[in-house]
């Protein structure tokens, strides 16, 4: 549905992007996520046709971007991270307004406004002003003017920035109810949201795809990796030897606590607990604990990427 080829954007000498490569199925929801600065909202105008690339390709359902943009209008809803909303216009009104400057066929103008409204449930706000709503509502406002030419293929650019925990609850619901109707691309930098609502994930940072998989996938490639979380009377004795010792990738100490990542091996975890002992470090704490987004991310983000 959607296909990215050597994707590249400079600003100057600054390299936003570097040579992306990715693509996207008919259907999916996918979350392109990565830090802010990582190069998302770069790449999402991109394929939205909003900007042109310095080097690369993009198609979208066989059609290119930059050659045949008409046509991948068609296809697309955006919502850029700002809702490009009307602040005088009533809610209607806007919806209808957008729905005939996208070239939607007249005499289905009406129906597809009233699907967009019953989709983003804004039945009880429509023949309001658009300035007079929430931040939510707005938001809402700003996915139904994505929806309301009912395009095969939506670009949200972080649709819950700025939002309390409740809008955000109702968004990612929203989000989740499109599964199946259209080919969702999330771009975000809240990890709850990717977990919330997307199949697989596209991974960014400083410009570069460093991971590219289904959330399951992602979690066990990384279980090839373990973590012990240990409680010690007297850490700074075991640090340094921890840091050096076989099997073990990582010692991140905050006070008496230590998490350490190790390679899986049980005789590794016998190795750090005997340290522990030998070196009447004191232990009073160690379990296991499960690796997850946040730590997943982190790692990426850091470190550069999956081997």
Known sequence: MIEVKNLTKLYGERVAINNLNFKVR???????LGPNGAGKSTTMKIITGHMAP????????????????????????????????????????????????????????????????EKTNLQDVSKRM?????????????????????PEILILDEPTVGLDPKQVAEIRKLIQSLKGQHTVVLSTHILPEVQATCERIIII??????????????????????R???????????????????????VQVNGQF????????????????????NDDAGLLELRHEN???????????????LQ
């Open 26 to 32: 008919k259907g999916e929801i996918v979350g392109f």
């Open 54 to 117: 310095s080097q690369g390709q993009v198609l979208v359902d066989g059609f290119d971007v930059f050659e045949q943009p008409i046509e991948v209008k068609k296809r697309i809803g955006y919502l850029p991270e700002n809702p490009p909303v009307y602040m005088d216009m009533f809610v209607k009104d806007y919806l209808t307004f957008v729905a005939n400057l996208k070239g939607v066929n007249k005499k289905q103008i009406k129906e597809l406004v009233e699907k967009a409204i």
């Open 130 to 150: 658009i300035q007079n709503l929430s931040k939510g509502f707005r938001q809402r406002v700003g996915i139904a003017q994505a929806l309301v030419s009912d």
């Open 205 to 226: 940072n400083q410009g570069q795809i460093v991971a590219e998989d289904t959330l399951d996938s992602l979690t066990t490639r990384m279980q090839g990796s373990k």
């Open 228 to 250: 012990l979380h240990l409680r010690i009377r007297k850490v700074n004795g075991v640090i340094e030897k921890l840091n050096k010792m076989a099997g073990v990738t990582s």
């Open 258 to 277: 230590m998490d350490v990542d190790y390679d899986g091996e049980e005789n590794t975890v016998e190795n750090i607990s005997k340290l522990i002992v």
């Open 291 to 305: 690796i997850g987004l946040e730590d997943i991310f982190i790692r990426l983000t850091s470190e550069g990427g």
